[in-house]
């Protein structure tokens, strides 16, 4: 059986993603992690997926939805201006599940999941996910954690299911209090 990676960060965990390649960032929000994404991973392109919305009543994201459910589009387009205007970065403000479904199979090398977390949200993003990812390529996302206010089991028991179904394989997770996972796509 392979061994599972641990990281300290899920920094550390972003070095060992494939450098020069094609990635996205489901759920950007203020872009804080699709900046070291970037500068991490310097990617051939990378598209960044977010609704950017303003708050409502049903966001998932209870505990400080001002944190992270604003419209935050403009200021994210401020950051990676330069790279948007070469065509390196693209921003897209869709569903996450939405946004995949339209990619062209097999066109991602990598994909990092960090949006609505309860259950069905992720199943359909990783359901989708698995025909963009290349065979080989990484499916990874954040908060592989339970947290019975919020999204509950929702992250781990999608995960765990598609690994369960044998689509994907656990090869790391990173050891802070919400957790970073990185799966290979089988
Ligand atoms: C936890 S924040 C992302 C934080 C970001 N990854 C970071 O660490 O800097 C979650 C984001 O997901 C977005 N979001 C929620 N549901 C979504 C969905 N179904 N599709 C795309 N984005 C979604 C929210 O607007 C919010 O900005």
Redesign the pocket.
Known sequence: MDKIKEYETAFEMYLDIPKDAVGA??????????IQLFHITKPTKLYL?????ERHPNA??IEAPHL??DD?RVLVGKLFEREIASNTVELHR????NFLYGLENDSLDWVYI???HDYK?VKVELENALYKVKKGGLIMG?DYVTNCQVWKAGVIRAVNEFIQAGKIKMIGISLEKFPSYMCEVL
């Open positions: 960032e489901i759920g950007v929000c203020k872009g804080w992690n699709a997926c977010d609704v950017w919305r998932c994201l992270w459910e935050h869709e569903y996450g599940g960090d949006a609505c949200s954040h």
